[in-house]
């Protein structure tokens, strides 16, 4: 605060927990607008629909695209829901929408996949509500981007239909393709063999990396991407849990809105004091 700067209003502070530990904050980075159905699936019945794995700690949230013709193309939508669902094959991951008899794979919303974003010191959430500050605490953090995975299952699946298409070809009775080496117009004349020379004895010796921590950051590296595979076999195995998706103006979001703020008037009292505090503060 500047020299001359007035106090403008004193707000008391109200600190609650009625939610917890299942509060969270959800960043959309890509989208510009409310997280909401488009019209025109609104008018489908089309709705948001939502999944979790608790264990890995991976959120995934399906919104509805806006399919009129003038802003989607129908075509490509299926070729894109093809990947989708050749994807979900791979990873073996039952996807939400089922289809019907003779229905084709469509591109039909936009799924948006959580990564989790660690805390660096307490986070919170304030609401300042009848001239007082309602603080509740946040968990976890999560940014949720769109996943576009299918597009590896299209490029994979392109790449296996070239493969077998070349393999039929060669099956045919046609001589192999020429090694590049031998269809070359000029071909560098082959290396004349040196002779043998006289054989000598080599001394070798193991000596340690002199670069300090050289050996230990190979190791690193390993261990961390060992670790990695692990997380990724075990996020893939785990199963989805369906979530129920309110929006901001359903009654059970009003419920849990009205949870943040603290129904008890007790007075806190605190265990440490300035020089505490300060001595806490990293860097001071």
Known sequence: ME??????????????????????????????????????????????????????RRLEVHVPVDHRPEVWNAEKSKELGAGRM??????????????????????????YRSEEIPHVGAYLLGVVRDGALHLHPINETHQLRPTLTYLDALNRKSWRSRGTDSDAESSDGSPPPPDPDDASP?????KAKKPAGEAKDVQVAARKAEEKG?????GGLSAMRREMLMSLRAEEEEEWQALAYHGPESAES???????????GEMLQSESNVTIFLRSIHGL
């Open 86 to 111: 050749e994807d979900d094959k791979e990873k073996n991951q039952v996807s939400g929408s089922k289809l019907k008899e003779g229905e084709e794979p469509r591109l039909s919303e936009v799924r």
């Open 214 to 218: 050289g050996r230990d950051l190979q």
């Open 186 to 190: 000029v071909s560098s004349p082959k």
């Open 254 to 264: 009003s419920e849990a809105y009205e949870a943040i703020f603290a129904q008890s």
């Open 3 to 56: 020299t001359g700067d007035r106090i403008v209003s004193v707000l008391p502070v109200h600190l609650s927990n009625n939610l917890a530990p299942n509060l969270q904050l959800h960043q959309f980075p890509l989208l510009n607008r409310s997280l909401e159905v488009p019209p025109s699936a609104t008018a489908s019945g089309k709705r948001i629909r939502a999944r979790l794995k608790s264990a890995t």
